[in-house]
């Protein structure tokens, strides 16, 4: 892998490093297009104008072919939280960078980057002087790639008017959302509803385990990590009652938050150890929502010592390859088109701030030319099961499989979605807590 050019941004920095936050709940959020709601996912295709930004996916990831050629000085900055190479999050952005100086035939020097940018690696360092660093260099398109990267980038597109930004988990563009910054007309966000993919993660889970006991390993408490959380849930129990026939009470769903997205020793909570007491309270199957791999890991060295366990690692498409045998699949993200049409639209002239939501590819949700997230099966994944599974996410496809439709109650009692509702984008972006069904907290303590 081609080493990132860090040492062009270790400049001293004289800023005090400033408190990253996100929603309320201090954590990471992640990006909606307007007016469409997840459930809502029929008639996807690829490079299909619908006019439903929500659903549809990038339109055939040619943009570099179909505008006004890349100069050959045009560069992108990319402002990571975590390593690139972390198997997870980060390498998914780091690589989706890549795949934009391909398609437009840029080198990739072109592409600035620097990663581990966070309070707890890089103190001194704040997100604004990372941004106006990368101007100085010659950045035309800035991404900051992590909610926690909320105030730094807005401050830095407050401060760098004429440069097109992105925040790639966040709501400062939404209209409707409770974040929007009108005044920062240069700052978009994207992100993929990896809520369906939680959804057949959940799934997989289900018709692969033998406890029905199943356990989510959570980063921080916010939003979009409820909302995850929720989402796995609603597919699991959706395939424990309605395809193998099971009571709903009898499945066990737990969720445990090591405090970040991925390990900080002295920080966080151990994500090993959190696994190692999900294994001991007698879950066989482990779901991972953090930006890296120990869950899988973990659940490979049980497999070793004749544990029969499983887990489903989450992020990058590559991630099973770190205990393929225990591995039931993973669901990813796949930034690539988005990040290129975005950079074509600066190219030509129009980009434009908007907010970004956007679903599956369901004609090929692996086509990494046009699919906002994937799916990809593991060498864990029974073969009765994996038909099972492609019957559940033709049904999320086709919309006859609709898992926000109501009643839904959150963990209070309280109602989320009634019956005969289907919750809203809206409700679903900013989840307030938990479903009814699943142990763990929804709020830090």
């Not at 390593?83 to 890549?98: I, V, Y």
């Not at 900051?144 to 990267?149: I, K, L, P, Q």
């Not at 830095?156 to 008017?161: D, Q, S």
């Not at 309605?242 to 009898?250: I, T």
Request: hydrophobic fraction near 40%; include cysteine.
């Amino acid at each position: 892998m081609r080493v990132s050019r860090m040492w062009q941004l270790l400049i001293p920095l004289a800023l005090v490093a400033a408190a990253c936050g996100g929603d309320d709940d201090g954590g990471e959020v992640s990006d909606t297009v307007a007016d469409t709601t997840i459930a809502d996912a029929t008639d996807d295709t690829a490079g299909e104008d619908t006019g439903d930004a929500g659903d549809e996916p990038a339109d055939d990831g040619d943009a570099g072919d179909d505008g006004d050629a890349a100069p050959d000085d045009f560069q992108i900055g990319m402002i990571l939280v975590g390593p690139e190479n972390d198997t997870g999050w980060s390498q998914a952005h780091f690589e989706a960078g890549e795949y934009v100086m391909e398609q437009l035939g840029l080198p990739a020097e072109n592409l600035i980057v620097l990663d581990k940018v966070n309070t707890a690696d890089r103190p001194e360092t704040t997100v604004e002087s990372v941004v106006a660093d990368m101007i100085d260099q010659g950045a035309d398109l800035v991404f900051a790639t992590s909610d926690d990267m909320k105030d730094g980038i807005e401050l830095g597109a407050a401060n760098h008017p004429d440069v097109p930004m992105i925040w790639s988990s966040g709501d400062s563009a939404w209209v409707d959302g409770k974040g929007y910054r009108d005044d920062l007309t240069n700052l978009g966000n994207v992100m993929g509803k990896m809520e369906y993919g939680k959804m057949i993660a959940g799934c997989a889970a289900a018709l692969t385990t033998e406890t029905g006991r199943i356990s989510y390993l959570g980063p921080l408490i916010n939003d979009e990590t409820r909302r995850l959380v929720n989402s796995a849930f609603l597919g699991a129990r959706h395939c424990w009652t309605d395809v193998l026939g099971n009571d709903a009470a009898d499945l066990g769903f737990e969720v445990k938050w090591i405090g970040f997205w991925f390990n900080i020793p002295g920080f966080t909570l151990d994500p090993t150890q959190v696994t190692n007491e999900f294994l001991a309270a007698g879950s066989d199957v482990i779901i991972s929502g953090i930006d890296t791999t120990e869950a899988l890991v973990r659940a490979g060295q049980a497999s070793d010592a004749g544990e029969a366990v499983f887990a489903v690692p989450y992020d990058f498409e590559s991630a099973c390859d770190e205990a393929p045998s225990v591995c039931l699949g993973v669901p990813y993200f796949n930034w690539g088109p988005s990040y290129l049409e975005i950079a074509q639209s600066v190219i030509d002239g129009t980009y434009e701030a908007e907010w970004q939501w956007l679903g599956p590819d369901w004609a090929d949700i692996n086509n990494r030319d046009t699919s906002a997230i994937g799916w990809l099966s593991g060498d864990g994944l029974a073969a009765d099961d994996a038909t099972e599974l492609d019957a559940f996410i033709a049904g999320l496809a086709s919309g006859e499989t609709d898992l926000w439709s109501g009643p839904l109650n959150y963990q209070d009692g309280s109602v989320f979605v009634a019956d005969g509702e289907t919750a809203t984008d809206f409700q679903i972006w900013y989840t307030e807590q938990l479903l009814e069904g699943i142990e763990g907290a929804s709020a830090p303590e």
